[in-house]
Nanobody, 122 residues
């Protein structure tokens, strides 16, 4: 399956962005999905994950209550709604898909999108 992340950009602190992850070449509903991010000089970190049907979600503590992960299997697309953005949220955001149960571990995912840059100005 191929993943295409989009929706990044420059936003002021406390602003919002919605990232999208469009999937093609596979049955999207067969995959759990995750979002990860990587800031310059830092390791890639888990942000959020969602199960195949969308009924189960999990968030990193740093984004809980501000970010919402969702998916629309009919549209083969996943989303990450990001509200109350902080400068420390700035990073390249990656979406990932995997056949295993949704996970916080990047190695559990089989497919990755190319990343979309999120910049937050203070």
């Amino acid at each position: 399956v191929q993943l295409q992340a989009s929706g990044g950009g420059l936003v002021q602190a406390e602003g919002s962005l919605r990232l999208s992850c469009a999937a093609s070449g596979g049955t999207f509903s067969a995959y759990s999905m995750g979002w990860f991010r990587q800031a310059p000089g830092k390791e890639r970190e888990f942000v959020a994950a969602i199960g195949r049907s969308g009924g189960s979600t999990y968030y990193a503590t740093s984004v809980k209550g501000r970010f919402t992960i969702s998916r629309d299997n009919a549209k083969n697309t996943g989303y990450l709604q990001m509200n109350s953005l902080k400068p420390e949220d700035a990073a390249v955001y990656y979406c990932a898909a995997g056949t295993r149960f949704y996970s916080t571990i990047s190695g559990a995912y089989d497919y990755w999108g190319q990343g979309t840059q999120v910049t937050v100005s203070s």
